[in-house]
């Protein structure tokens, strides 16, 4: 049975992690302590506590490497792994050799046999925590451009402070629950497809106490729930920069539960479309919108308003013609890069607004127009000559349409990256 001790260590501390670190982080940190504290490296003196801190290392690196265990723990602790009530990392034991060959390419030699974790007396202690919340904000390109601090009441449970979070009325002995048998968790069977897997839960008896009262005991403010909810004021701040998928952590600040130090409430930004600008990584792209009189001669404007209010004035000479689709950069006016002075670019596209029909008022300005403008191509010389009709508004993506040929609508190049390659017809 895991001892008390066992039931407080705080593994991420024992492997000298944070609660955020990735499993890369837990395989390097566990690889380190455990040449560290082989017993075959260290004087004899030492051999008997290093054996038991190497022990601990092996045995937090087996928990928190896997994701499932790893789960379990932060949310129970180290009762999660308690033999005597159906826990256990992978059955009782931890085969050493198999971790070390799969960290070292190697067995390390001398630590055979070394089974379950002992006591960890003087190692380091980790109250039980309540689980994290987590949801996402949704914040403009502007405030991610700016940085903004946001203020707003949430709703959340905290320990009830009338009876202190034991669900009951003052000098009320309390009753081991019958449900959970006082442990305050409970087994139970989930199905996932074919698949039966067990799962530990708090006991919704008690309320995860282990102890259950009558209704006529119960803590009036609370009805024996433990907690109660509150509104409380809470303060966001979002970092200039911020990027999509950010995490903003207020610490501490999740739902509290009786005998535990609250998770935190964890906020994943979520970037809203903007209606001018588009961005990717620290850069940002819009369309520069002009006439074709500017494309032509040239132009000196505002071409746009940025996220933080100020205009954007491009100075294009005469002589330097912009043509659709062309792109110009202009550094350092993207989006800012956190815990730094830099920006990154800003890409415009050019899209040319073209006149409306009938826009010049008679043969003679078009005469100018062409006598300004460069010439038409080459003349194309043929025998026999067609004067066709033409419709001056299709689609070129409905060429092809309905007519069997595999390559409309990129059918051909969707089968080649299936590996099926493009159809062939065989004529009898």
Same mark, same amino acid.
């Given at each position: 049975?895991?001892? #008390?001790?066992? $039931?407080?260590?705080?593994?991420?501390?024992?492997?000298?992690?944070?609660?955020?670190? !990735?499993?890369?982080?837990?395989?390097?940190?566990?690889?380190?302590?455990?040449?560290?504290?082989?017993?075959?490296?260290?004087? &004899?003196?030492?051999?008997?506590?290093?054996?038991?801190?190497?022990?601990?290392? %092996?045995?937090?690196? &087996?928990?928190?490497?896997?994701?499932? @265990?790893?789960?379990?723990?932060?949310?129970?602790?180290?009762?999660?792994?308690?033999? /005597?009530?159906? *826990?256990?990392?992978?059955?009782?034991?931890?085969?050493?050799?198999?971790?070390?060959?799969?960290?070292?390419? *190697?067995?390390?030699?001398?630590?055979?046999?070394?089974?379950?974790?002992?006591?960890?007396?003087?190692?380091?202690?980790?109250?039980?925590? /309540?689980?994290?919340? &987590?949801?996402?904000?949704?914040?403009?390109?502007?405030?991610? +451009?700016?940085?903004? %601090?946001?203020?707003?009441?949430?709703?959340?449970?905290?320990?009830?402070?009338? =009876?202190?979070? !034991?669900?009951?009325?003052?000098?009320?002995?309390?009753?081991? =629950?019958?449900?959970?048998?006082?442990?305050?968790?409970?087994?139970?069977?989930?199905?996932?497809?074919?698949?039966?897997?067990?799962?530990?839960?708090? =006991?919704?008896?008690?309320?995860?106490?282990?102890? +259950? +009262?009558?209704?006529?005991?119960?803590?009036?403010?609370? #009805?024996?729930?433990?907690?109660? #909810?509150?509104? @409380?004021?809470?303060?966001?701040?979002?970092?200039?920069?911020?990027?999509?998928?950010?995490?903003?952590?207020?610490?501490?600040?999740?739902?509290?539960?009786?005998?535990?130090?609250?998770?935190?409430?964890?906020?994943?930004?979520?970037?809203?479309?903007?209606?001018?600008? %588009?961005?990717? *990584?620290?850069?940002? !792209?819009?369309?520069?919108?002009?006439?074709?009189?500017?494309?032509?001669?040239?132009? !000196?404007?505002?071409?746009? #308003?940025?996220?933080?209010?100020?205009?954007?004035?491009?100075?294009?000479?005469?002589? @330097?013609?912009?043509?659709?689709?062309?792109?110009?950069?202009?550094?350092?006016?993207?989006?800012?890069?956190?815990?730094?002075?830099?920006?990154?670019?800003?890409?415009?596209?050019?899209?040319?607004?073209?006149?409306?029909?009938?826009?010049?008022?008679?043969?003679?300005?078009?005469?100018?127009?062409?006598?300004?403008?460069?010439?038409?191509?080459?003349?194309?010389?043929?025998?026999?000559?067609?004067?066709? $009709?033409?419709?001056?508004?299709?689609?070129?993506?409905?060429?092809?349409?309905?007519?069997?040929?595999?390559?409309?609508?990129?059918?051909?190049?969707?089968? $080649?990256?299936?590996?099926?390659?493009?159809?062939?017809?065989?004529?009898?």
């Amino acid at each position: 049975m895991a001892s #008390k001790a066992d $039931e407080d260590v705080d593994l991420y501390a024992l492997l000298g992690v944070d609660k955020s670190a !990735s499993p890369n982080d837990i395989k390097k940190a566990y690889r380190k302590l455990a040449l560290q504290h082989h017993p075959d490296k260290v004087p &004899e003196d030492i051999r008997a506590e290093s054996e038991a801190k190497f022990k601990a290392i %092996t045995q937090a690196y &087996e928990i928190l490497r896997d994701d499932e @265990k790893r789960h379990l723990y932060d949310t129970h602790g180290m009762a999660a792994f308690d033999p /005597s009530r159906g *826990g256990g990392p992978g059955g009782p034991g931890v085969n050493l050799d198999d971790i070390l060959s799969q960290m070292f390419g *190697g067995g390390m030699g001398g630590m055979g046999g070394m089974g379950g974790m002992p006591g960890m007396g003087g190692m380091p202690r980790r109250p039980r925590r /309540s689980p994290d919340e &987590e949801q996402p904000y949704k914040a403009s390109l502007e405030d991610l +451009y700016k940085g903004k %601090t946001v203020k707003f009441a949430a709703e959340k449970q905290i320990v009830c402070g009338t =009876c202190d979070g !034991s669900g009951a009325k003052e000098k009320v002995k309390p009753n081991k =629950c019958d449900q959970c048998g006082g442990h305050g968790v409970v087994d139970v069977i989930r199905q996932m497809g074919p698949l039966r897997h067990r799962e530990r839960v708090v =006991c919704d008896h008690c309320q995860g106490s282990g102890n +259950y +009262y009558k209704e006529k005991d119960r803590c009036k403010k609370c #009805k024996g729930k433990r907690t109660v #909810k509150e509104n @409380k004021a809470l303060e966001v701040y979002i970092p200039r920069g911020s990027m999509q998928g950010d995490r903003i952590v207020l610490e501490g600040e999740a739902d509290q539960l009786p005998d535990t130090t609250p998770g935190d409430l964890i906020f994943h930004v979520v970037e809203e479309p903007h209606d001018v600008f %588009t961005r990717i *990584g620290h850069d940002l !792209s819009a369309d520069l919108n002009v006439t074709l009189a500017e494309a032509l001669g040239g132009f !000196s404007r505002v071409v746009l #308003k940025h996220l933080d209010g100020r205009g954007i004035h491009i100075d294009h000479p005469r002589g @330097k013609v912009l043509r659709p689709g062309q792109v110009l950069k202009i550094h350092g006016e993207g989006m800012p890069v956190k815990r730094g002075d830099q920006k990154g670019d800003l890409y415009l596209i050019v899209k040319i607004e073209f006149p409306k029909d009938g826009w010049l008022s008679d043969d003679k300005e078009y005469e100018a127009l062409e006598k300004i403008l460069p010439g038409p191509p080459p003349v194309i010389k043929a025998e026999e000559v067609d004067d066709v $009709e033409y419709e001056d508004d299709a689609d070129i993506e409905q060429m092809g349409a309905h007519q069997g040929d595999p390559r409309y609508a990129g059918e051909w190049e969707d089968d $080649e990256d299936e590996g099926d390659g493009p159809q062939q017809c065989t004529t009898q």
